[in-house]
């Protein structure tokens, strides 16, 4: 293995054996491999990539596609039926809320048992655990039993003792999602931290927008198999691609994208170009795959592409949206959320009586939404979604891309705080004169 690869994964296959009733298993275990009394389950199939030191992947795929499966494969603690798996240097895995801990020991005897797990000496944890509670920050109740925990003050203390003993591998199961805002941004800028010191991370997550914010390649699970590896923003595109079509008009949408780029996606093969044979395009309907948000910018009032702009300055946020199948009446609308996750604004093209009508199969729409930036300083997402609109308030979503624009807004003069810059006339006067 090469010595700028910390995780190799070469060709995993996961089995499982299905039984339909208990007396099938003792009536296998008699047959000496004869019959069959079992269905086979393939939780993960022909699976391969490398992950470099420093480097923080992302896995995305729907509930079932294999993510844990493939994570506890490489943290050790599941066997793969196929395949090997290479790790460098000491791996640390965050898999299950708690995981390893004693619900009857304190957290502070945990914090020393999960220590000795990761082969670490007792002088070892004696120095790191002032930070492992600091990181925590669950006050007195370090000194008291697990079982009495929130799920989110074990989550806390399992992250703490995992990114505190400074780990070459870390690796992270959806863990986070359950700890408030505050504690989330201190995890990821700690994942940062280890990332930049050659920590390699592999963070397991149904939120696109982390994947964006803080992996540099992601890689896509679907029934098992590797449907793609590469930059994350593609992965997280094709990952849409999955979530807002059916089935068969998704793989045949991946083999096209594969065959155009030759990179990114995984071809599926068996699975029959876009259009039936003979030419003639599959009937649109409900679930499929009928347009795809592909590029987007914003810019200033120059015209020029940027993140950064003045409190009310213009901006104009632009996109443009393939037409894969045809499309009566379409919909397109913005979100603006602040970094905590505040709906600051959001409109679309139905308010404005601008939905565009009658969109034919390989064409480009571009939507475009001019406004002024009427908000304090901060730091805001946009996400941009695109939706069929069936009738009035009532729509069906085609895609949507989850704060994928970053907006940094600057004051010369601070004249308020909050949300909303709103225009504002003070006065002062003397309206009694004291005797």
Known sequence: ?????????????????????????????????????FQEFWALRDVSFSVGKGETIGILGRNGSGK?????????????????????????????????????FTGRENVYLNGSILGLSKEAMDRSFDDIAAF????????????????????????????????????VDEALSVGDEKFQRKCFDYIEGLRENG?????????????????????????????????????????????????RSYLRYLNQTARQSGETTVPVPGVADAGQAGGHDEPSGQGQLRAVIKGWEVCNADGETSEVFHSGGKATIRFDVDVLQPVKEMQAGILIRTIEGVSVFGTSTLYHGLNHQDAQPRTTVRFEFALELRLCQ?????????????????????????????????????????????DVCVSAQLVEQAQ
């Open 1 to 37: 293995m090469s010595s700028d690869v910390a995780i190799s994964i070469a060709s995993i296959s996961k089995r499982y054996e299905m039984y339909a009733q208990p007396k099938d298993r003792l009536l296998q275990f008699f047959s000496f491999g004869r019959r069959q009394f």
């Open 68 to 104: 844990s499966t493939l994570l506890q494969i490489i943290a050790g603690t599941l066997t793969p039926t196929v395949g090997e798996v290479r790790t460098t240097g000491v791996l640390a895995a965050l898999l299950e809320l708690g995981s390893g801990f004693n619900p009857e």
């Open 136 to 171: 925590a920050d669950i006050g007195q109740h370090l000194d008291q039993p697990v079982r009495t925990y929130s799920s989110g003050m074990a989550v806390r203390l399992a992250f703490a003792v995992q990114a505190c003993v400074k780990p070459d591998i870390l690796i």
């Open 199 to 247: 920590c390699s991370v592999l963070l397991v997550t149904h939120s696109t927008a982390t994947v964006e914010k803080f992996c540099q390649r992601g890689v896509l699970l679907h029934q098992g198999r590797m449907h793609g590896v590469g930059p994350a923003k593609e992965i997280v595109d094709q990952y849409h691609a999955l979530l807002y079509s059916d089935e």
């Open 378 to 422: 901060g730091a805001y997402f946009v996400t941009l979604s695109i939706a069929e609109a069936i009738s009035h308030g009532d729509m069906s979503y085609l895609d949507r891309k989850t704060d994928v624009i970053l907006l940094k807004i600057n004051q010369m003069r601070l004249t308020g705080s909050g949300i909303a810059m709103l």
